[in-house]
């Protein structure tokens, strides 16, 4: 009887973090699905690299632009569900984009449930059900669980990889399948994005050594464990990637581009910018504190301090390779790591026998919730925000006036803008091509469509051209003044606003004040839809 209400209460945990997470992201399925042209940069890329895996040659990663460089179990996954669709009939574009959504949130889901079973292995039913409901409204996890990106997918195979090593360990190493199952979905989850690898290698080398230490296993076994898994590794990599064996020379040069894309800058620049994002986290501020508090305790777990200290030194590295583009984004691998760390030391260090950790406790009842809260609200505005103001770009009125220009008309464009075809497939994109004042003189355009303000492109190369050259500004749109959201986050990574302040978790009036602003930014979205009001960035025509 006792084990049955257990188990009612386990499935009812599951079921409430579910709809939970349904009723606040469910609705991104439906958000932007008219043409990919209206996503993301990295959506719309990502969506245009699916469908070509269903075109000959099919199923080269190597020929498409993003998925040559990362995301190959996510590539891998939409095109077997996108080849299927496509059989069956489901050709539109518009079906195909709420396919690709809808594989988003199935992830999503799946991440949110696989975490607590995971987590259930280490916690209490209560702990695992706080642990998850924080975890997925952090500004970080938010942005990635509705995103048309490979992260949420590593994350849950990872955590799922995890949680056989787990069982393996528990039943002293008895069926030898569950670990090299573990294995797959952590293969799996390392082919996902290249900061997985990094991760998932540390964790399972630090695995086989706590599993010797527990096996008493000996040197020959611990090798025989780390060469199978390097086989297994191999053989996902063929199945998902052949063509990173078969083109090899394609596969290493865009490595090679993506590592140095990254790394580009100096880090004595970026310190200080690393070190504002990564002060901006409540999550990782509490993982260094406990790493120092854990480093000077006496009855420390030793499983619990190799793996703070893991995390530290990968959060380094993580720092070190990404010099160029800078947000708590890149550090979304370790956010499995660091909640259970962080939750682990909370259910085994705190008690309240002394006015210190009296102290220590108060602090966390009081900003937890409050950044809880405040993740919560800016969460939902983020994700049923861009539903509300769907169509409602300036993006969408270029689109309207560039379709009115003769076919034959050559468009040089900005990031942001969205062109359909067949202007797109005669256009110069900032990045692929017309990135210098010199590119768009050797490609000659007749129309230029750009957004100075974007900051993701050199817009300077373009005002420069524009002027020299002496292009007419025929067209401008501007969003609605009117039109000023201010609900914030402590994160960087999504379209929302960010802040540039650090320990702002620490700033409890602000806080407050931020769930009273997110609430007034969702109304004000309701009331743009309305109004049909436009949002976005102001945007410039120019012609000969």
């Known amino acids: 009887m006792v084990n049955n209400k257990l188990k009612e209460v386990e499935f009812h945990n599951m079921i409430l973090l579910f709809l939970l997470y349904t009723f606040v992201y469910a609705i991104s399925v439906v958000t932007r699905v008219s043409s990919s042209e209206f996503m993301g940069i990295d959506p719309q890329s990502i969506v245009t690299a699916i469908n070509e895996l269903t075109t000959p040659p099919y199923y080269n990663m190597n020929d498409s632009y993003h998925s040559k460089y990362y995301g190959w179990t996510y590539f891998s996954l939409n095109f077997l569900v996108v080849l299927i669709a496509k059989c069956m009939g489901f050709n539109s574009e518009f079906e195909i984009n709420v396919l690709i959504r809808s ?33 997925m409204f952090d500004p970080v996890v938010s942005h990635y669980i509705t995103l048309i990106h490979p992260e949420a997918l590593g994350m849950t195979l990872q955590i799922l990889g995890c949680y056989f090593l787990i069982r393996f360990y528990k039943g002293g190493g008895k069926n030898s399948w569950i670990f090299y199952f573990s294995i797959i979905l952590l293969s799996l989850s390392s082919l996902a994005k290249q900061p997985f690898f990094i991760v998932n290698f540390f964790i399972g080398c630090i695995y086989l050594k706590f599993l010797a230490d527990k096996l008493n296993l000996s040197y020959r076994n611990i090798i025989s464990f780390f060469l199978h898994s390097v086989i297994i590794f191999l053989a996902c990599f063929l199945i998902i990637h052949p063509y990173a064996f078969i083109e090899f020379d394609r596969f290493i040069l865009a490595q090679s581009e993506l590592s140095s894309g990254h790394s580009s800058g100096s880090m004595s620049e970026v310190l200080n910018i690393w070190f504002s994002e990564y002060t901006k986290s409540l999550l990782f501020f509490f993982h260094t504190v406990v790493l120092v508090l854990v480093t000077f305790s006496r009855d420390k777990n030793k499983y619990h301090f190799i793996s703070l200290v893991t995390v530290s030194l990968i ?6 390779k990404s010099r160029i583009f800078i947000n708590l984004g890149y550090l979304f691998p370790l956010y499995l790591l660091a909640f259970v760390n962080i939750t682990y030391f909370f259910v085994k260090y705190l008690k309240i026998n002394n006015i210190y950790n009296k102290f220590l406790v108060s602090i966390i009842l009081v900003l937890v919730p409050l950044n809880f809260l405040s993740n919560f609200f800016f969460s939902v505005f983020e994700t049923q925000h861009k539903y509300y103001i769907d169509g409602l770009a300036t993006k969408n009125s270029i689109w309207n006036y560039i379709k009115t220009l003769p076919e034959n008309t050559k468009i040089a464009y900005s990031p942001n803008i969205a062109v359909p075809n067949p202007y797109k497939s005669i256009g110069c994109h900032a990045w692929q091509g017309c990135a210098k004042s010199t590119d768009l003189r050797k490609y000659n355009p007749d129309v230029i469509v750009y957004s100075p303000k974007y900051t993701f492109f050199e817009s300077d190369e373009y005002t420069n051209y524009i002027n020299k050259y002496g292009y007419i500004l025929v067209s401008t749109v501007s969003p609605a003044p009117e039109v000023n959201y201010t609900c914030s986050s402590t994160s960087s990574v999504g379209e929302g606003k960010g802040v540039e302040n650090t320990f702002y978790f620490f700033n409890i009036p602000r806080l ?4 009273s602003r997110c609430i007034d930014s969702y109304k004000l979205s309701i009331l743009q839809k309305k109004k049909s009001s436009l ?3 102001e945007i410039y025509v120019y012609e000969r």
């Open 535 to 537: 949002t976005g960035l």
């Open 103 to 135: 594989v988003v949130y199935i992830i999503g889901a799946c991440l949110v449930l696989s975490l607590y079973i995971f987590s259930r292995e280490i916690f209490s039913k209560f702990v695992s059900f706080v642990l998850v409901l924080y975890f």
């Open 512 to 515: 407050v004040s931020n769930i």
């Open 315 to 320: 959060v380094v590295v993580f720092m070190y």
